[in-house]
């Protein structure tokens, strides 16, 4: 499995939306909705911020949504805040019983 | 409050063996599938496998890198989860993230709700 396509990095001002991106293939995106997005701060463990494309963890912001349209994924984060300076990975089941990652976007509040 | 702890890791020659643990509390360690993800230098996160709760046979399954040269295993007396790597190449050099669910054959786990800080591995000469 190849992995997923992220941007490496996306910025945006305090309380801007910013929308990252995540492009798989048809044998994983687009064919699952298995989508999930993890957050990660330097030295601290991976948090997940959205599963099932646009569920929303327990104690998670209603700030953080996903989506997924055709073969790619994009998770959103609005009202954005400096807390949010982060890299956020994508994930993807891709059959077979299978995962794949995307490479990581570090989000820049300016 | 759940918690996964990774240890194990430090620099082994290419060739060699390496065994991480992952060390879970805070929650009922038999009903949950364990997965191992890694991260490499600069690089993004790969999946490395995952192994299943007893119920559904402790079954493992493995990304076609790794396949051959990794074993993951579990005891459920000490809630660890294991992975023996073996054959160990220089692109394995990464940190070694274990991570609770990743099976889609339990809907509440399929995906990674908690992980570990890492632990690093290095392949070195």
């Known amino acids: 499995q190849s992995a997923l396509t992220q941007p490496a990095s996306v910025s945006g001002s305090p309380g801007q939306s910013i929308t990252i991106s995540c492009t798989g293939t048809?044998?994983?995106?687009?064919?699952?909705?298995?989508v999930s997005w993890y957050q990660k701060y330097p030295g601290k463990a991976l948090k997940v911020v959205i599963y099932e494309v646009t569920e929303r963890p327990s104690g998670v912001s209603n700030r953080f949504s996903g989506s997924k349209s055709g073969n790619s994924a994009s998770l959103t984060i609005s009202g954005l805040q400096a807390e949010d300076e982060a890299d956020y990975y994508c994930s993807s089941y891709a059959g077979g019983s299978a995962w794949v990652f995307g490479g990581g976007t570090q989000v820049t509040v300016l | 409050e759940v918690q996964l702890v990774e240890s194990g890791g430090g620099l082994v020659q290419p060739g060699r063996s390496l065994r991480l643990s992952c060390t879970a509390s805070g929650f009922p360690f038999g009903d949950f599938a364990m997965s191992w993800v890694r991260q490499t230098p600069g690089k993004g996160l790969e999946w490395v496998g995952f192994?299943?709760?007893?119920?559904?046979?402790?079954?493992?399954e493995y990304a076609a890198s790794v396949k051959d040269r990794f074993t993951i295993s579990r005891d459920e007396s000490k809630s660890i989860a294991y992975l023996q790597m073996n054959g160990l190449r220089t692109e394995d050099t990464a940190v070694y993230y274990c991570?609770?669910?990743?099976?889609?054959?339990?809907?509440?786990?399929?995906?990674?709700?908690?992980w570990g800080q890492g632990t690093l591995v290095t392949v070195s000469s």
């Open positions: 192994i299943r709760n007893k119920p559904f046979g402790a079954t493992t």
């Open positions: 048809s044998s994983d995106v687009g064919s699952y909705n298995l």
């Open positions: 991570a609770r669910g990743g099976t889609i054959e339990i809907s509440t786990q399929n995906f990674f709700d908690y």
